[in-house]
């Protein structure tokens, strides 16, 4: 079967992922009968053993699941900060270190967030057993994958960072080196870990033996996760943030996540009136409204749980009205703000029954903490690197608690009756490229191809970049260019025509009348399919 960019017409169901592995073992699983959320497991699970620089089962995960019924469940599947993630642990620091023991500091919450999915896809209907949903994850880690163009580029320019947390070496290099693309890399500890899990069940993760053997590596190369934390964590299932605009109702993540922002931006785009795509005003409007969104994000932003009023209040018309004035329609706001890193992969699904899934999973940095642990072969996550070590932050450091993320998957029902899915991986860059997508294929009427293909900008740092200004690639106009520094935007135009610095971002849409599509970027490795 063929993983094209863009594909549509298709009955059964639609997956999207960026890479065609992934998507294959979605499509394959809608092949044998299983529903959108069943497609979205094992893509999941084969995302991992193939794409491990963007993703791993020691990440976390966020899914947005729309019922048939149109009803919309939010999973939140983000690990907590370990018991000995205290500030005193990192008292010779001035800042939590970004690779290593010490960065891998919370646990690991995807195969939480699989667990969880698959009660929803069983209740759904779904009868297809583990072996099935984890089978191509299994015979890719145990047969072997092949390198990709991104994973060679970024292995060789997170060398210096990754080459000594332990395990690294062993699993992700060839004879110490980085490996060229085209080189075939296995996984076998992964591969029996997921076989394990086929029979034991993908509690066994965290409260049976596979989660024994996690806890000893973790103890054996210091990190402050304990066996005790991974047999307290769970998913935890939670109402979605939504908001109406003209076209219909946007939902993404709540908080921990910045799917807050995602949303602040649509809404405050439009109402802001831009009639037409591409143009100065189109550009102009949407980062400005990141900039009103992500000042929202950066001062209230944290874990569930300790938030200090609802997230609701700033998805009010009185509150999106006043920022929408604030906004100058000639002028850009000053910048730059405190960035905020993110590594990742989206990936979306959809079948005939009206089940259509959001989800986005991550192990924050190219390869996360860097630590491979040998026995169960999980490339642990640093994501616990966002916290601070200042008390009075949004988000100190503290046991249980659980980090900032950039990870938010969003869902759109639509007045015209259609349903989008869609997201992006990139860190600062996912709630503009969501924007970018959603207002060309939505409100401009681009086809979802096309609008995902489009020439993209990114305000803000990504990719481990200390660059905070913003960049655009090379396709955009001169004159427009022009325009947005003559308005005061610092403006840097990169040499790629389409750059892995915009991310990689998707879309799948259920039509009223039944038919689905599927579209994925030019600028990943993978594309869509359907049945």
């Known amino acids: 079967m063929t993983v094209e960019q863009h594909t549509s017409g298709?009955?059964?169901?639609?997956v999207c992922a960026p890479h065609a592995a992934a998507c294959e073992a979605g499509r394959a699983v809608l092949a044998e009968g299983g529903n959108a959320v069943e497609a979205m497991i094992a893509m999941a699970a084969t995302i991992a053993a193939v794409y491990p620089h963007m993703n791993h089962i020691g990440g976390d995960g966020f899914?947005?699941?729309?019922?048939?019924?149109?009803?919309?469940?939010?999973?939140?599947?983000?690990?907590?900060a370990g018991a000995n993630a205290r500030l005193e642990t990192y008292r010779d620091y001035e800042t939590i270190p970004a690779r290593g023991p010490l960065a891998a500091l919370t646990v690991p919450g995807a195969l939480g967030g699989w667990a969880m999915a698959n009660e929803i896809a069983k209740a759904s209907g779904g009868k297809l057993p583990l072996d099935v949903l984890l089978g191509d994850a299994i015979r890719h880690a145990r047969d072997g994958y092949v390198v990709t163009r991104s994973q060679e580029a970024l292995t060789t320019e997170k060398f210096a960072e990754t080459k000594d947390a332990p395990g690294f070496a062993e699993a992700f290099l060839v004879d110490g080196k980085p490996p060229k693309q085209?080189?075939?890399?296995?996984?076998?500890?992964?591969?029996?870990?997921?076989?394990?899990?086929?029979?034991?069940?993908?509690d066994d993760?965290?409260?049976?033996?596979?989660?024994?053997?996690?806890?000893?590596?973790?103890?054996?190369?210091?990190?402050p996760v304990t066996r005790a934390d991974l047999e307290k964590y769970r998913a935890v299932l939670r109402e979605p943030v939504q908001v109406a605009?003209?076209?219909?109702?946007?939902?993404?993540q709540p908080p921990p996540t910045q799917g807050l922002a995602s949303l602040i931006i649509l809404a405050l785009f439009d109402r802001l009136g831009v009639r037409e795509a591409e143009g100065f005003d189109y550009v102009h409007g949407l980062v400005e409204a990141t900039k009103r969104a992500f000042i929202v994000r950066d001062r209230y932003v944290t874990d569930f749980d300790r938030l200090p009023f609802p997230p609701e209040q700033f998805l009010t018309a009185d509150f999106l009205d006043a920022e929408a004035k604030k906004i100058d329609r000639a002028r850009a706001l000053p910048w730059p703000h405190k960035p905020k890193d993110g590594d990742t992969i989206w990936m979306g699904a959809a079948d005939a029954s009206g089940l259509v899934v959001s989800y986005i999973q991550s192990i924050y940095w190219e390869f996360g903490s860097g630590c491979v642990l040998p026995k169960t072969g999980v490339l642990m996550q640093n994501r616990g690197a966002s916290f601070s070590l200042d008390r009075k932050a949004v988000n100190p450091l503290e046991p249980g608690r659980r980090p900032f993320?950039?990870?938010?998957?969003?869902?759109?029902?639509?007045?015209?009756?259609?349903?989008?899915?869609?997201?992006?991986?990139?860190?600062?860059?996912q709630p503009q490229t969501q924007a970018m997508v959603f207002t060309r294929h939505v409100q401009f009427r681009q086809p979802l191809g096309e609008a995902i293909a489009a020439p993209r900008w990114l305000l803000g740092r990504t990719w481990g970049s200390t660059v905070t200004n913003l960049r655009l690639e090379a396709r955009f106009p001169d004159r427009l260019v022009d325009a947005l520094r003559s308005a005061g935007h610092d403006v840097d135009v990169l040499n790629e025509e389409y750059s892995d610095t915009m991310g990689h971002a998707g879309g799948v849409v259920l039509h009223p009348s039944g038919m689905l599509e599927g579209a994925h970027d030019p600028r990943a490795d993978g594309g869509a399919a359907g049945v």
């Not at 298709?10 to 639609?14: D, K, N, P, T």
């Not at 033996?209 to 806890?215: H, K, N, P, S, Y």
């Open 205 to 223: 993760f965290y409260r049976g033996d596979v989660g024994r053997e996690i806890a000893a590596d973790l103890d054996r190369i210091g990190s």
């Open 182 to 202: 085209g080189t075939t890399l296995k996984q076998a500890a992964l591969a029996a870990t997921l076989e394990h899990l086929t029979s034991a069940g993908l």
């Open 405 to 429: 993320h950039t990870l938010n998957p969003a869902m759109a029902a639509l007045k015209d009756g259609r349903v989008m899915s869609y997201g992006t991986m990139g860190g600062e860059g």
């Open 245 to 252: 605009t003209s076209h219909g109702t946007i939902y993404n």
């Open 10 to 14: 298709h009955r059964g169901g639609v």
């Open 63 to 80: 899914w947005l699941i729309r019922e048939r019924n149109g009803r919309v469940r939010a999973i939140e599947a983000c690990g907590f």
